[in-house]
Structures are given as C-alpha cells and as structure tokens.
C-alpha cells in the first residue's frame, strides 16, 4: 500500500555532494523505520543506512559512515539521505525502502553517479 518515490540522483565528481529523497504516500510514513538501499551495476543490493521511526536512531554501513547522513521529516512523509565526499564506488542505484517484516515497499530508485 505505501508508494515510494526516490528522487535527487545525477552525475557528480568525486568529492561532490547530493541530497536524495523519497517520498512516501498511501500509508502512515512515521509507523515505520525506513531504509537506503543500493545497487551497483552488476553487483547484489547493499544496505547503507536505516533512520527510525522518530529520526532519532541512524544506522550506516561502515561504506559511507561519516560522508552520508539519513533523516526524515514525517510531516512531510519524506526520508533524505545526504550524500557528501562522493566517491566513484557510491555510484549506483539507490532505493528507499521499508523492509520486511514490517513491509516490503521499495521505490524505483534514482541513479547516482560518481565520476570526474
């Protein structure tokens, strides 16, 4: 039932800074704990970060701790990532996503793009 909708993704250098965000709808967005996911081309999804349903628990992958940072504004039923110090191995395909067994909702991605 909840829809997700990621957006924020392009083309950065390396050392460049992006904000996603995703959108949700169709549910109730702060009942749930709410994940980035990401894929990178020929490779299997790889967890990046988790924010809870307050906002005041975040979890990351040893990957981009200390360059990203999850956040959410359920007011807005939004989550963010912000994506700073980008490095060539961030590019992928992110997804926002509440994961089971609370849900299994993912959005359709935005493509992320590190390269000089």
């Known amino acids: 039932q909840v829809q997700l909708l990621e957006s924020g993704g392009g083309l950065v250098q390396p050392g460049g800074s992006l904000r996603l965000s995703c959108a949700a709808s169709?549910?109730?967005?702060?009942?749930?704990?709410i994940n980035w996911v990401r894929q990178a081309p020929g490779k299997g999804p790889e967890w990046v970060s988790t924010?809870?349903?307050?906002?005041?628990?975040?979890y990351y992958a040893d990957s981009v701790k200390g360059r990203f940072t999850i956040s959410r504004d359920n007011a807005k039923n939004t989550l963010y990532l912000q994506m700073n110090s980008l490095k060539p191995e961030d590019t992928a395909l992110y997804y926002c996503?509440?994961?089971?067994?609370?849900?299994?909702?993912w959005g359709q991605g935005t493509q992320v793009t590190v390269s000089s």
């Open positions: 169709g549910g109730t967005f702060s009942n749930y704990a």
């Open positions: 996503a509440i994961l089971p067994p609370a849900r299994d909702a």
């Open positions: 924010i809870n349903t307050g906002g005041g628990s975040t």
